[in-house]
Structures are given as C-alpha cells and as structure tokens.
C-alpha cells in the first residue's frame, strides 16, 4: 500500500471494487480516508481529486475535502459512515439540481483551458488531460460540439466495442448500440446547457453520514445531460420519490426524461458488462433494442 508522508495508525476500511482504502491518521494530526492502489493509471486519482473539487464549488452538495493526492493515493476528509434519512434524501435532490445548474464550460472536459487541465490533473498532455475512469475504465472526456455527439462517441461507441471485444456483448447488443449511435440526435432528448456532472452516480457513491446527510464521492466528473445522473441513480435504487420531487422543486427536468431514462442506464450498464459479465451483457443487449429498434 502507498500513504501520504508521515501517516500512522491505518486500519483497512471498504473502499470499493478495485482500490485498498484506509482510515488513518496523517502527519498533521486530521484523520483522512486514503484509496491506494499499485497499478493506477498516471492522472487517475489527480483527476477523481479534480473532479471532487469541482463538485464542491458549485456549493449544491457535501463533498468530503481532497487532503493529499499522489500517482498512487487520494486521501479525503474522514466523514463517518451513517444512513441516509428522509431528509437526507430530499438535500440529495435538491443539492443535485443545484449542482447540474452551477453548469459547465462544455460537454466532456470541465476545466476551462487545456493547460489548466494539465496542471489540475498532474499530467503533461492533452490526451491523458482529457481522460477519466469509470472504475478501471479509462473514458475520454474529449469535448464534442453537442451532447448527443458526446454521449455516442465518447461512451456508447467505445464502451460498445470494448464490451464486444471482450465477449461480454454479443453481435446484436453491439448492433443495436450503434443504431442507438446513428439516431441519437432524436432520441437524447431537448438541448439543453451543460451540467455539472458528477459521473457515477450510483447509490455507493452517495455518502451518508452520521448525520443522514449525503456527501458526493468517487466522481468520474465532466459536463453533460443531467439526466446520466439521475438514471444511474434510478438503475441502482437511488431515486426515490423524495429526490426526484425534491429535484424538480429546484429545476423542473425536461418533458419525457422518463422515457429517456433507460437510454442513460446503458451507461452504466455497458460499464458493469465490462467489468463483471454476467448477466449485464444481457441487459445492455435488452435495453438497446428498446431504444434501436
């Protein structure tokens, strides 16, 4: 394992699918929780600390403070693990509408300049600025003009071709994932801004503390439809009546964003084929049909 300079006492805590975490203490006496892993990618925990800093600007939502970053380390403010409320769940939906409305530069890459992104990601070019993870997944935030565009050739498309190449998606999932591509611009609905995404929406990466309140974590962060939030949140048992309601209190969503919400569960979808198999494979192949014909 790797920990910032002068860290001590750090029993092991869950941390999720792919990295080791730690409760420990750092140097200057705070206690922080510390994800590790020996083969991240170069950039990879620079860009979730990017990412987490940009959540918390828009003021919509807690987001626990980037303490220490490294090539092989983020470490976080300690918040203690509780369960989220009723109340909890009505901040989460308002804090999420404000958090879309707080807006993007563009869809894909969300700082404002290419050098800015180099600094703030820790890497020297612009094919590594424009990265971003999804777990292991290396995607491309890689600006495009329009959403649509951006959706079809920096997700479906790729993840599409990996999940195929990986015999994980069969030739009609994969077929039908294109014919999702070809006609997206009439079916990613109304245009709309960017928002200020954080990315991996689903209900782990919502923080409860011991207060009921939620805290964003484990971002994979760019500008987009504000809806991807909001069907990973839905494919995964986070959208409950309390934060939808709450939600459209602050910012009504576009009309027919129900029929829409399976088109952006495959991103997600794709993403868990990927990495798991099983019977995701399945679904990605079920739900592109619905929208593919």
């Not at 699918?17 to 420990?24: G, T």
């Amino acid at each position: 394992m790797s920990l910032p300079r002068g860290a001590r006492e750090a029993p092991p805590v869950g941390g999720g699918d792919i990295n080791e975490a730690f409760r420990v203490v750092l140097a200057d006496g705070r206690e922080a929780f510390v994800k590790t892993r020996a083969d991240a990618a170069q950039g990879e925990y620079a860009s979730e600390a990017a990412g987490l800093r940009w959540l918390s600007e828009a003021g919509g939502l807690r987001v626990p403070e980037v303490l220490d970053v490294g090539e092989d380390y983020l470490a976080l403010e300690w918040i203690e693990r509780g369960h989220l409320d009723a109340a909890g769940e009505r901040e989460l939906g308002r804090g999420l509408a404000l958090t879309h409305a707080a807006g993007a530069p563009r869809f894909g890459r969300f700082t404002e300049t290419e050098s800015e992104t180099a600094v703030d990601a820790g890497v020297g070019g612009d094919a590594e600025a424009d990265a971003a993870w999804l777990g292991s997944l290396r995607v491309s935030n890689e600006p495009t003009e329009d959403w649509a565009t951006f959706y079809a050739e920096r997700r479906l498309r790729p993840l599409a071709q990996l999940a195929f190449e990986r015999k994980r998606l069969g030739h009609r999932g994969i077929a039908a994932v294109e014919r999702i591509c070809e006609r997206i611009g009439e079916l990613a609905g109304p245009p709309e801004r960017a928002a200020r995404l954080h990315g991996d929406l689903w209900s782990g990466n919502v923080l409860a503390g011991v207060d009921g309140r939620p805290s964003l974590i484990d971002p994979s962060a760019f500008g987009g439809y504000r809806e991807v939030d909001l069907a990973m949140l839905a494919l995964f048992g986070g959208l409950s009546r309390d934060v939808i309601e709450s939600y459209e209190d602050v910012t009504p969503l576009a009309d027919g964003w129900k029929d829409r919400v399976g088109l952006y569960e495959l991103l997600p979808l794709l993403v868990h084929a990927i990495l798991f198999g099983g019977s995701y494979g399945a679904s990605v192949e079920r739900t592109a049909q619905r929208y593919g014909g």
